[in-house]
């Protein structure tokens, strides 16, 4: 008997699928019912009642007239999350999703505001939501004004928008001022559950509390700013799963870029991705960061991982964490917020922990990645042709000879930061292999702190005196090298490792050659002046 | 917004897979505050080469970019879709887009046409036999066409329909405002604000 599998979202929303097993079946509408055929090709068909909803029993009752038991599905976390910020959802439209917390930096906001005042709107909800400068501020001489009058200017904006519609800034100088994806969450206003969005593509870092969070576009930004909510297509669900214990120098930036090079840039795309398994359980909250973050590196416009108790243990000293009753309600809810276990996502995919070494990129997007212990690939050895001379021209741009051993390859600048690995255990695990190690005379090295805070940490743990000692440069907190946008950028032909997201051409300064690595391999690589590993030392 | 609803012009054959947003534009092109002036940013890097596709003077007046799979990977900057209009584009087409790239563009009214890689490719070829072909890309009937060839693309109704009248999606949303008050008032209050700031 073919199994008729629904669930429920809101009361509006049911939906249906045939167990995979089973194929048959055409189910027709009742009157304002869509007729929906279920066939071995289609896994499952959304099936909208806006105006016609369904009672439960009505479901069963249509699972017995096509020969089947009816079984009611549990959710996934992200389509627990999404129905709980639906706001209005209507057949043939996007569903409305209410914003929890809008982020927002000087980048991509100044025309957002710009929008507001032509059209005489308002921020409907500066109450939920924050700003801050990161992605133009300089890292040096930052009590003086910037340098870059461009840079300045936008810069400038936002101070002034900031104060015209009353909205919260951390600026160039505060405590709090970083960047915008390591603030949200040393201030603890990053909460399981939420719904967090700001123009920042990156933004995905969130998810690490179990929350849905996307980047957005400045269109978006504004729509956020002037209704706190976003008209959106619902995305498919998969799960990544990576189970065993990692061995000993690979860690979440390692994880996160193997997962990019199995699935490959678009491999996410329209999907959000929840990180599973007992290796992503065993990550502190900084870790499952790193992997949330780079989920845009896989297509994906979100990740996240369930909350569970290093959630909470993180979250309870964090300024805006919800205290006493409120903990004990918000904790209650956040314990709900898992995959059920009859759950099913529409892709699932697994990796071995135990099988997983340190990565690096070779090319010029992030899913052009390769264990450190073997070879740049040879472009003739590719079978896609697409894949081929893509690999084929990264190789020309990155100026590398196919197959030679990465650990071959000479680098001028190591980049420690961003908001991939510019947090304080990030730091902390760089500063023990440098730890009484000088750095390669030809190379140098730029310590970013991802905030000012974690700056502040650091140097409370002594970790920016082994960074001098070391030979490398100790900074005040942005974006920085990441992308290049203040002055700390790649000359042409220069060659880094870095601890960033994005091996893009000309990502770091036009002409610049980028190798993303973890931070144990950028602080082992700064000491060498080729790609290694702790290890290697 | 502009409203579109069908376009004809030359096209410029991208043959690149993985165009990312940081090769449409530079971080170092983002900085200003308004949504104009961003051509000059618009494929910087490549430009700056002679030989690429878009220095070539029979494609110089192109209106249609064709490009590889996987366009507008990376960075969510909406100046990516405004240098591409700056510059006087109107359409891209690809086999397959980036989700961000492909939500602003919607928002900013660049219209984005998924192909299949196959038919990407006939367009490739017959663009490069004769640049001056005239392309047509007709949102009314959903179909993209240059001399003999003809293909359907899909577009999802609402987006469609918002693209051909230019509406604006912030105000589409306030008429449903009733039902955002709603929602917020039965907003659990352990949820965080970021006003007044706690340290």
């Known amino acids: 008997m073919p199994q008729l599998i629904y669930g429920q979202w809101d009361g509006r929303f049911r939906w249906l699928r045939l167990a995979p097993t089973k194929n048959v079946g055409r189910l027709l509408g009742k009157p304002g019912f869509e007729p929906i055929c279920l066939g071995p090709l289609l896994r499952y068909s959304f099936c909208p009642y806006s105006d016609n909803a369904i009672s439960e029993s009505e479901m069963q009752q249509r699972a017995l007239e096509i020969g089947s038991e009816g079984i009611f599905m549990g959710k996934t976390l992200a389509e627990k999350i999404w129905a709980d910020h639906l706001v209005r959802s209507v057949s043939g439209e996007p569903d409305l999703i209410y914003v929890d917390l809008h982020l927002l930096h000087e980048v991509t906001s100044p025309q957002a505001f710009d929008g507001l005042r032509l059209s005489n709107r308002t921020i409907r909800r500066p109450d939920l939501t924050i700003a801050t400068e990161d992605h133009n501020t300089p890292t040096l001489n930052i009590d003086k004004p910037i340098a870059d009058p461009v840079s300045r200017l936008q810069v400038d904006t936002l101070r002034a928008n900031c104060k015209e519609f009353g909205v919260r800034l951390h600026s160039l100088g505060d405590a709090e001022q970083g960047i915008v994806h390591v603030v949200g969450p040393q201030l603890g206003l990053t909460q399981p559950g939420m719904t967090i969005v700001c123009g920042d593509s990156h933004t995905s870092t969130h998810g690490a509390f179990g929350s849905l969070a996307f980047g957005i576009g400045t269109s978006e930004v504004e729509h956020v700013l002037a209704t706190q909510t976003l008209p959106l297509v619902r995305p498919k669900t998969m799960a990544i799963n990576v189970d065993g214990i990692l061995p000993k120098g690979v860690t979440a930036k390692d994880v996160i870029l193997a997962i990019i090079a199995k699935i490959g840039t678009g491999g996410g795309q329209g999907f959000v991705l929840e990180y599973r398994g007992s290796a992503i359980k065993a990550l502190s909250m900084e870790g499952r960061m790193t992997i949330c973050n780079m989920s845009i590196e896989a297509g994906a416009r979100a990740g996240l991982i369930a909350p569970d108790q290093t959630t909470f243990d993180y979250l309870q000293s964090k300024p805006h964490a919800p205290t006493g009753s409120q903990w004990e309600e918000a904790r209650a809810y956040w314990e709900t917020l898992v995959s059920d276990p009859d759950s099913e996502f529409d892709e699932e995919i697994f990796l071995n922990a135990e099988e997983l070494a340190p990565f690096v990129t070779w090319g010029t997007n992030p899913a052009q990645g390769v264990p450190l212990n073997s070879h740049v690939p040879i472009p003739s050895e590719i079978s896609d042709p697409e894949e081929r001379a893509a690999a084929a021209r990264a190789l020309t741009y990155m100026g590398l000879e196919a197959g030679i051993p990465l650990k071959s390859i000479k680098v001028d600048t190591i980049f420690l930061g961003s908001c991939t690995n510019g947090r304080i255990e990030d730091l902390r695990a760089a500063a023990e292999v440098l730890e009484g190690k000088k750095i390669s005379g030809d190379v140098r090295m730029l310590v970013v702190p991802g905030s000012a805070r974690v700056r502040l940490q650091a140097e409370s743990e002594g970790l920016d005196q082994i960074f001098l000692a070391a030979g490398a440069e100790w900074r005040n907190a942005g974006c920085s090298m990441c992308l290049g946008m203040n002055p700390d950028q790649l000359a042409v032909g220069e060659r880094s490792a870095s601890t960033s997201n994005r091996n893009f051409e000309g990502r770091q300064g036009k002409g610049g050659r980028t190798h993303l690595v973890s931070p144990l391999v950028a602080a082992a690589t700064a000491i060498r002046g080729t790609l290694s590993s702790p290890a290697d030392l | ?199």
């Open chain 2, 1 to 199: 917004m502009d409203s579109f609803i069908s376009h004809t012009g030359t096209a410029l054959p991208l043959r690149r897979s993985n165009v990312d947003t940081d090769q449409i534009i530079p971080a170092v092109y983002l900085k200003r505050v308004t949504k104009s002036g961003f051509e000059d940013g618009l494929f910087a890097a490549w430009r700056s080469d002679p030989d690429f596709v878009l220095n070539q003077p029979e494609y110089s007046q192109a209106t249609i970019v064709i490009a590889g799979v996987d366009f507008g990977t990376g960075s969510s900057r909406e100046h990516a879709v405004w240098a591409l209009q700056n510059y006087g584009f109107k359409v891209v087409i690809s086999s397959r887009f980036a989700d961000i790239f492909r939500g602003n563009s919607q928002k900013a009214g660049l219209l984005t046409v998924v192909l299949a890689q196959e038919q990407v490719e006939e367009l490739w070829s017959a663009i490069e036999e004769d640049p001056a072909s005239h392309v047509t890309v007709d949102l009314q009937s959903k179909n993209v066409s240059v001399k003999s060839l003809s293909f359907d693309f899909e577009i999802d109704d609402y987006t469609r329909w918002r693209l051909m009248e230019g509406l604006d999606d912030i105000g589409l949303t306030l008429n449903h405002i009733d039902q955002v008050i709603e929602f917020e008032s039965k907003r659990p209050d352990h949820k965080p604000k970021t006003l007044p700031a706690l340290k």
